[in-house]
């Protein structure tokens, strides 16, 4: 514009997918049926002006437009077929297109506004600004939209009786178009800073920020919701129209800089964070509002419609158009959806607290930095972090009945509606050491050496987009008030090493080696209570989740309630007939378990993986003057491409290791059934355990 103003326009536009598979893990089968392609459109339009308007004063302004068309379709859509499992055993063999996949569809449209301006005063440079961000979300998320069927065996598949179905749809309509969220919620920040120049050698840093979350659309009224949760919260009642309007949050910030010697600096500063964007999980309450939305279960925990006992006989079932299994839904399940009441249920919902608050973590920092005798650079830093008002979900229908043996609770009346709130007491910490060494050399070569401990802890881990999942996908003793725990995302000790060279071999075309090395801990593994065999109607063995039922937990997919280790001679534990008791406590003991107690979640980890990647890549000659040419070649987990037994990784399983399959006799006591073994160790994560070799060509210009 001229040399005191200048604007900038940026238009992007981006199309891109691959192919991912659902199930993963060594105990799981996917059939191609299964995966799924991931994609995104993506366009974004950003105008902005640059301003200076005096020499101690500039502004920025910028508007920016943002459209996501984000897709999850399977690969096998066209064909209309369900999701089935099958259970061999040891393996669960998977056909059809997954449950999360059948109707899942998001766009967004995010449009922001930022104007910001930069003063300088002296000793002072003083930012400040507002931004604004508003999103419009559509929200298509209906899982076993087509169905899922589980069988328990090879022979029940090939017969069609299956152990359990599932078919959510749209009441009245059974389409799950009629089920999509759409909603808007906006986000107004203001904030203000002064990097203050004491002298030479020390900074400070005073900042202020406050956000406010701001939005008119609430999810559908449901009547019988509010009606069933009338007394909760003693008395104040619960509704399912809770959103973040109106919510805010202040965040004061600290921060400084001093240079000790011409060699050493010391930073650090502390303040308060957000905890992270509820958003995605705020969006679950808009499609789960119990009135459109109709989840059927027919299951041993739950039969939503009767058909005459399980397993139920597909090829002697009425299907949707006499449809062959797989291709249609039960008629009874399509038309209880169909019948469904129009003033909701209380079950099945996702609602949000009224007295929900955005998550906070307070920052405390402090580090380090020395140019070394030699030049090795030394950094050195350290941060904690307490959590405050983390999310979790929780849910209200259950009822504390009594305790087990080991003084864990027992629930009744649990109904799959879920209340997204914030954890009441202790959220949890982290903290966090790291130590780096590196040196350049005049020759071409550079070195880079690191240790991280990291000790984190946290009450849900959240690990999902979706309310169910983040419920049921943590091991607890309690599920409603699980406690702090280690983080699922914890890695306690981990080691790197960079390795650089570059040299001319050919003058003018640089050519560069990096290895890069890692070798971390295994990240936590928690051990939990099991299934027992007993037979089944048809005098065949079944494995039964009789300690989830007895706990009121049966409807979370099993094997979460946190193992109850026993003392020497505990009173609380009797062994059966079959259990391997010596196995057993040899597991206790290498494993490290303190007796007469409930093992902690993630209380072991998992063993140690080396990962060592090789990258080597030549400059060449380019077309054009300004254009750049080079091939590489690459290869990931060289360890593995060398010896199939080296960079695997192995970890436990994403939940939890059931190792012993108990129960709980008439004397209150448990009965130690069977012992499964010591082999979670040997799990192993296959795209991280395999070596990949790559070669090619890059041109930019």
Same mark, same amino acid.
């Given at each position: ?100 996949? =059948? ?40 899982? =076993? ?7 328990? !065996? ?97 965040? *004061?910030? #600290? ?35 119990? #009135?459109? =939305?109709? %989840? ?15 397993? @139920? ?23 209880? #959806? ?12 996702? %609602?949000?607290? *009224? ?18 005798? &030699? ?72 070195? !880079? ?15 999902? !987009? ?8 943590? %091991?607890?003793?309690? *599920? ?51 299934? @027992? ?18 706990? &009121? ?22 062994? &059966? ?46 077309? %054009? ?45 448990? @009965? ?7 082999? =979670?160790?040997?799990?192993? !994560? ?16």
């Amino acid at each position: 514009m001229n040399e005191d103003h200048r604007a900038a326009f940026t238009y992007n536009w981006n199309d891109g997918f691959n192919i991912s598979e659902s199930d993963t893990g060594t105990s799981r089968l996917s059939f191609d049926g299964h995966f799924y392609e991931r994609g995104a459109e993506i366009e974004t339009i950003t105008a902005s002006v640059y301003s200076d308007w005096t020499s101690d004063f500039s502004t920025e302004l910028r508007i920016g437009k943002t459209k996501l068309d984000n897709r999850q379709i399977s690969v096998d859509a066209g064909t209309g077929f369900s999701e089935m499992q099958i259970n061999l055993g040891d393996t669960v063999v998977y056909l059809g297109p997954d449950d999360s996949r =059948q109707s899942n569809d998001l766009n967004w449209d995010n449009t922001t506004f930022k104007l910001a301006g930069t003063y300088l005063l002296g000793d002072h440079t003083i930012t400040g600004g507002i931004e604004y961000e508003d999103l419009d979300v559509f929200n298509l998320f209906v899982q =076993q939209s087509r169905g899922e069927y589980r069988f328990n !065996s090879i022979d029940d598949f090939r017969n069609g009786l299956a152990g359990r179905i599932f078919y959510n749809n749209a009441a009245g309509t059974n389409d799950p178009n009629d089920i999509a969220a759409s909603f808007s919620f906006a986000t107004t920040t203001f904030y203000l800073q002064d990097d203050w120049y004491v002298n030479d050698d020390l900074t400070l840093l005073f900042g202020l920020r406050y956000d406010r979350w701001s939005s008119d659309d609430r999810p559908r009224y449901n009547e019988a919701f509010e009606t069933e949760y009338a007394d909760y919260n003693n008395g104040q009642g619960l509704t399912n129209t809770g959103n973040l309007d109106g919510i805010d949050l202040w965040q *004061p910030r #600290v921060g400084f800089n001093y240079v000790l010697t011409d060699d050493m600096e010391l930073h650090g500063g502390f303040g308060l964070y957000s905890g992270g964007n509820p958003n995605v999980w705020v969006s679950n309450a808009y499609s789960n509002d119990g #009135v459109i =939305q109709v %989840a059927t279960t027919v299951a041993p925990w739950q039969q939503d419609v009767d058909f005459g006992g399980l397993p @139920v006989d597909l090829f002697n079932t009425p299907l949707v158009n006499n449809a062959a299994p797989g291709y249609g839904i039960p008629q009874a399940l399509y038309d209880f #959806v169909e019948d469904a009441p129009t003033n909701g249920s209380a079950n099945n919902v996702v %609602a949000v607290d *009224p007295n929900f608050e955005v998550p906070t973590e307070w920052k405390y920092a402090l580090g380090l930095t020395y140019l070394a005798p &030699g030049d090795y650079l030394v950094q050195a830093d350290i941060l904690y972090t307490d959590k405050k008002d983390a999310a979790t979900y929780i849910e209200p229908s259950r009822e504390i009945t009594g305790y087990g043996p080991d003084g864990r609770p027992r629930y009744d009346g649990s109904n799959s509606t879920f209340l997204l709130t914030n954890v009441d007491g202790d959220s949890g910490d982290a903290t966090t050491l790291s130590l780096a060494v590196s040196k350049e050399y005049d020759f071409g070569l550079d070195v !880079s050496v690191a240790y991280a401990y990291n000790d984190s802890t946290d009450v849900n881990p959240m690990t999902s !987009s979706v309310a169910y999942s983040n419920f049921v996908n943590f %091991a607890t003793s309690d *599920p409603n008030n699980p406690g702090a725990a280690t983080s699922n995302y914890n890695i306690p000790h981990r080691f790197t090493l960079r390795v650089g060279y570059k040299h001319e071999f050919i003058d003018g075309y640089t050519t560069r080696f990096n290895v890069f090395a890692s070798a971390n801990e295994g990240r936590g593994m928690s051990y939990t209570f099991g299934d @027992v065999p007993r037979l089944d109607d048809n005098g065949e063995i079944e494995y039964v989740d009789v300690l989830d039922q007895f706990y &009121g937990d049966d409807n979370t997919g099993g094997g979460r309630q946190l193992l109850y280790v026993p003392a020497v001679d505990d009173p609380n534990v009797v062994y &059966g007939p079959d259990f391997d008791l010596d196995a057993f406590n040899a597991f206790i003991s290498s494993e490290g378990l303190g007796r007469g107690k409930i093992a902690s979640r993630n209380g072991t980890n998992g063993d140690w993986w080396t990962k060592v990647d090789v990258r080597i890549s030549q400059e060449l000659p380019a077309f %054009a003057e300004g254009h750049r040419a080079s091939a590489f070649f690459v290869i990931e987990n060289l360890g593995n491409l060398l010896n199939d037994d080296w960079g695997v990784l192995k970890q436990g399983n994403f939940v939890s290791e059931s190792v012993v399959g108990a129960s709980i006799n008439d004397d209150g006591q448990y @009965v130690y059934e069977e012992f499964f073994g010591a082999d =979670q160790r040997d799990n192993y !994560s296959i795209g991280a355990s395999l070596w990949e070799v790559r070669v090619g060509v890059s041109y930019r210009f």
